[in-house]
T-cell receptor
Framework: GQNIDQPTEMTATEGAIVQINCTYQTSGFNGLFWYQQHAGEAPTFLSY????GLEEKGRFSSFLSRSKGYSYLLLKELQMKDSASYLCAVNTNAGKSTFGDGTTLTVKP | DAGVIQSPRHEVTEMGQEVTLRCKPISGHDYLFWYRQTMMRGLELLIYFNNNVPIDDSGMPEDRFSAKMPNASFSTLKIQPSEPRDSAVYFC?????????????FGSGTQLSVL
């Protein structure tokens, strides 16, 4: 099975930088994905990592260390609209993703 | 593309009734997933299909739940009989295997309330 851990809640200030961590234990690792979910809406894809290192995509970056079973999502220049739940998902067998419980981020003015 | 389409958006039913949730994946996608989301348990994978064939149904809670995919453009998730603890948001998602990124595209979900 898989065990995926991420903080339940985080709070940050508009314009700041926030890092959301995710640790996982799994077999047959095939990639780690980050999804954003606004209240009452469906999750949407943000970023993914298959190999170790940092992937940058505009204001969002994601980092992966496979040996440590660790990833983080970095959000820069926070905006109020970034208030949402951020879900870490581990992909093992082809096409199957298992999700963490999500981190609820609140951005304050 | 219209994206993944689910119906109904909301379903309110009484305990013991049969509930059928429907999903149309993105055209050309060959994987289809059914997830359930609750505050207590987060987003749980119930079952997934590859080319219309069920691959893993280990997440289906019990025999009251069943899912079918008769063709590449349609899937159903059925609960019979329904119970109050089945109340949740049910998401359908699809993806394309063999792509650079096997990201999931989610439908808008069905909010199910069993009274």
């Amino acid at each position: 099975g898989q065990n995926i851990d991420q903080p339940t809640e985080m709070t940050a200030t508009e314009g700041a930088i926030v890092q959301i961590n995710c640790t996982y234990q799994t077999s047959g690792f095939n990639g780690l994905f980050w999804y954003q979910q606004h209240a009452g809406e469906a999750p949407t894809f943000l970023s993914y990592n298959v190999l170790d290192g940092l992937e940058e995509k505009g204001r969002f970056s994601s980092f992966l260390s496979r040996s440590k079973g660790y990833s983080y999502l970095l959000l820069k220049e926070l905006q109020m609209k970034d208030s949402a739940s951020y879900l870490c998902a581990v992909n093992t067998n082809a096409g199957k993703s298992t999700f963490g419980d999500g981190t609820t981020l609140t951005v304050k003015p | 593309d219209a994206g993944v389409i689910q119906s109904p958006r909301h379903e309110v039913t009484e305990m013991g009734q049969e509930v059928t949730l429907r999903c149309k994946p993105i055209s050309g996608h060959d994987y289809l997933f059914w997830y359930r989301q609750t505050m207590m348990r987060g987003l749980e994978l119930l079952i997934y299909f590859n080319n219309n064939v069920p691959i893993d149904d280990s997440g289906m809670p019990e025999d009251r739940f069943s899912a079918k995919m008769p063709n590449a453009s349609f899937s159903t998730l059925k609960i019979q009989p329904s119970e109050p603890r089945d109340s949740a948001v049910y998401f359908c998602a699809s993806s394309l295997a063999g792509g650079v990124v096997e990201k999931l595209f989610f439908g808008s979900g069905t909010q199910l309330s069993v009274l």
